[in-house]
């Protein structure tokens, strides 16, 4: 079995990122592969990535999106939270190596002008206010009030003046 590219293992991450309850759509694999790794790669790298991933039997196109299949679901499994997407990524490909694939299955069929017009569409996203799909919530703003059902400690007793 060949050994696993940066990119297949950039594109095993985002979709375990993108791909928790239902098949990602190719814009949300998109935006977790800008998250992750901090630029999108071109639009050629990725179609070849997905047929590579879909032939080694584990990537496959379901409901309009793509997700893990279950062997992809295992070399991802116990991926630290803590370690860093370096890190994860060689994680990744070291488990891969250890993987044969069974049998022979179908490659996912992309042309470069889907994955430019999703790449557009990301970007596109980006550019408006509060529309980034991944982006990190923005935290409450927090006042200094008490909040409620917390009690107030009693006031220290004044001090005496000596004279």
């Known amino acids: ?19 928790k309850r239902r098949p990602a759509e190719l814009i949300e ?7 992750i790794q901090g630029v999108v790669p071109s639009e050629l790298r990725l179609v070849e990535a ?7 039997g584990l990537i496959c196109a379901r409901d309009g999106g793509f997700m ?17 997407a370096a890190q994860r990524m060689q994680s990744i490909k070291d488990k891969f190596s250890a993987y044969e694939s069974n049998s022979e299955h179908a490659p996912i069929l992309l ?8 790449i557009l ?3 596109d996203s980006v550019k408006g206010p509060g529309r980034n799909l991944l982006a990190p919530r923005p935290n409450a703003v927090r006042d200094d009030s008490p ?9 220290l007793p004044a001090r005496r003046r000596k004279d």
């Not at 893990?68 to 860093?84: C, E, F, N």
């Not at 909040?147 to 006031?155: M, T």
């Open 1 to 19: 079995m060949p050994p696993l590219n940066d990119i297949d293992a950039l594109l095993l991450l985002s979709l375990a990122v993108s791909s």
């Open 29 to 35: 694999i998109i935006a977790a592969t800008d998250l």
């Open 50 to 56: 997905f047929s590579r991933l879909a032939e080694r």
């Open 68 to 84: 893990l299949t279950p062997d992809a679901q295992k070399i991802m499994t116990g991926q630290s939270r803590k370690v860093d």
């Open 111 to 118: 042309t470069a002008k889907e994955v430019c017009t999703a």
């Open 121 to 123: 569409a990301y970007r």
């Open 147 to 155: 909040r409620p059902g917390q009690r107030q400690r009693k006031p």
